[in-house]
């Protein structure tokens, strides 16, 4: 049975605690003490607005949404990767916000020809710029779907760089009227009736006709620097009608106390940079999980912490960003201190449960047919024992942590993606829950332990009717 609006104990806020996820305060009040920060991330729930684990107050922020200005966090939504410069409070996980920032990274179709699916990864094209867009964790908007990218469809992408593609966030359909797209990159070749970029994958993009009437806001040398073009499609030719500098990362060479979140590109020997900014450790560098530390890798979704220093992002903690395991199930108990800080126990079947812990970093994104308001999201207390959920979790000393939570529209047949911790012919155990195995399964593959599976449970009775093991390429 749910316990809706259960405050939970002492000792639950302490594993929360432990699991670097103190419970915030409502509203992001204001403290005495704390720091001024900046912060880029991609936007994980409202009320207020949490980025990077933070629940900024946005009462009096100034906000800049698509180079303009906005009244309220009303036109920002989950999936956006946002700069916040603001103060955050002793407790570390409320704060003020004074300003927003979001530009979207990409507008435009998707290239003929250049789709690639790969289980829940599509990669392709949109005006030369390669995307990334994952099944599980990417946010959809305004009609856009997983199976509804396919060439010619005019998106929208938030998302974060990871040296070739741009591993999206947030993708939402463009209005079929607007023919305007926008693609930012490196200016090459500007003599003012043409110009042409080199974008983030190294790729060349135009000559485009510049428009007698676009608006340029360049200086007088201006090759080299990094720019966002708009264009227009005039009778099936693109030609520009906006060049304005750009920020590349959203990060300044004078920020201190930066918080950034993105995926790591480079490598030990030549160096590595997040989101494009180079970044450096120290022995001083702490690691979340502790088993990160010589463990860097191109490709990690990771949050760094620190202060720039010459143009380097000097990392004082590093966190991983990214689950080890994916659990859709119907949930059965939830508990909370507030919107976001608490845990969830999800029915797997046969009486068995799981339970993980979500805080201000935790994503919650709302598919379902409740969902309030634009911005898609929810709060723990908006749970109940009728709701199915897809969770993205990592397993900590103090037990397993959501990254993600995303309410479905509707039930489905319970599954499991996750390490194989034990095995027999009538048996398989995955994150301590064990299903079973009978004449009925369908097992493609030869489980072990160690070796990632995907386990589906069609009635949610405790049995497996499929084992999948994933490949380790």
Do not use: W
Not at 408 to 435: C, H, N, P, W, Y
């Amino acid at each position: 049975m749910l316990h809706r609006g259960h405050i939970i104990t002492f000792a639950l806020m302490l594993v929360v605690g432990l699991l670097g996820a103190c419970g915030g305060g409502g509203g992001g009040a204001s403290s005495s003490a704390g720091t001024n920060v900046t912060s880029v991330g991609r936007i994980d729930g409202f009320g207020s607005v949490y980025v990077n684990g933070v629940e900024y107050d946005t009462t009096h922020a100034s906000l800049r949404v698509d180079d303009e200005a906005a009244y309220d966090d009303s036109s920002l939504a989950v999936g956006m990767k946002v700069r916040v410069e603001g103060h955050v409070n002793a407790d570390g996980v409320t704060g003020r916000a004074d300003s927003i920032y979001y530009d979207d990274d990409l507008e435009g179709p998707i290239d003929s020809g250049s789709v690639v699916e790969t289980g829940t990864i599509k990669t392709f094209t949109v005006l030369g710029t390669g995307v990334s867009v994952d099944a599980d964790t990417t946010v959809f908007h305004d009609g856009a779907t997983f199976a509804g990218l396919v060439e010619g469809v005019e998106i929208e992408v938030s998302g974060f760089f990871d040296g070739s593609l741009l591993i999206a966030s947030r993708v939402e359909l463009q209005n079929d009227s607007n023919r305007d797209y926008e693609i930012k990159g490196t200016l090459t070749q500007f003599d003012g009736l043409t110009v042409t970029v080199e974008l983030r994958n190294g790729a060349q993009a135009g000559p485009y006709a510049v428009s007698s009437s676009a608006r340029i806001d360049l200086p007088a040398d201006p090759i080299g620097l990094f720019v966002e073009i708009k264009l227009v499609d005039v009778g099936g030719t693109l030609e520009a009608v906006r060049i304005d500098s750009d920020d590349d990362h959203l990060i300044h060479e004078h920020d201190h106390h930066v918080s950034l979140r993105g995926i790591i590109s480079g490598n030990e020997t030549d160096g590595f940079s997040i989101n494009g900014v180079p970044f450096e450790v120290s022995p001083t560098t702490r690691y979340e999980p502790s088993t990160l530390a010589g463990n860097l890798a191109a490709g990690m979704m990771v949050k760094v912490k620190g202060d720039m220093s010459n143009g380097v992002l000097i990392a004082s903690k590093i966190e991983a960003r990214h689950g080890e395991a994916e659990v859709k199930a119907r949930v059965s108990l939830v508990e909370y201190s507030d919107g976001k800080n608490g845990s969830v126990t999800l029915d797997l079947g046969n009486s068995q449960t799981i339970t993980v812990f979500t805080d201000n970093a935790t994503s919650f994104e709302d598919s379902s047919s409740s969902h309030r308001g634009s911005e898609s999201s929810f709060l723990l207390s908006d749970l109940t024992d009728s709701d199915f959920v897809e969770v993205e979790l990592s397993e900590r000393d103090a037990g397993y942590y959501a990254q993600s939570i995303e309410r479905k529209r509707q039930a489905q047949a319970t599954e499991v993606k996750a390490l194989v911790e034990a095995v027999s012919t009538d048996s398989i155990t995955v994150l301590g829950v064990t299903f079973a195995i009978d004449g009925n399964t369908s097992i493609n593959g030869t489980p072990g332990v160690g070796d990632k599976v995907e386990i589906r449970d069609e009635n949610s009775d405790g049995t497996a009717e499929r084992i999948e093991v994933e490949s380790s390429s």
